[in-house]
């Protein structure tokens, strides 16, 4: 509840999402991202591509993991905002890699990629403006 009341008390943009929205968007997006990171990780396991095309993926998962201690557990803004930088960054890399591979695995990527280029913007601007 400490840290509810932590982020809830933070200056945020008029234009950030209501905090009930998050579950739902978040729901969704694991359940594209499990089905599509799963087919890389299967094919990388039957050796029909290669490990350095999952390792963005990989990366990807460990820096989604840890935003939500980072930003609620330590209350870190600014490491929150290098962590949904890496994100965004690894998510892009993986589109990239996979793209001649596994085309669909990229396009199903998209509203993730979209969510979480608006969770950057969102990270930066509250960053910003709790600094």
């Known amino acids: 509840m400490n840290n509810y009341s932590w982020y809830s008390q933070m200056i945020k943009p008029a234009w950030a999402p209501p905090a009930w929205l998050?579950?739902?968007v978040w729901t969704f997006l694991y359940i594209l991202i499990a089905i599509s990171f799963g087919k890389v990780f299967l094919m990388v396991w039957k050796k029909k591509i290669s490990f350095s095309v999952a390792l963005p993926f990989i990366l990807n998962l460990v820096f989604n993991f840890a935003f939500t201690p980072i930003q609620f557990g330590l209350q870190n803004n600014i490491l929150a905002a290098v962590d949904i930088l890496l994100?965004?960054?690894?998510l892009i890399w993986a589109m990239v890699a996979?793209?001649?591979r596994i085309r669909w695995v990229t396009f199903l990527q998209i509203p993730y990629l979209l969510w979480v280029s608006f969770a950057t913007i969102l990270q930066l601007t509250i960053t910003y403006l709790n600094r």
């Open 22 to 24: 998050f579950a739902p």
């Open 87 to 90: 994100v965004l960054g690894t």
């Open 98 to 100: 996979v793209f001649k």
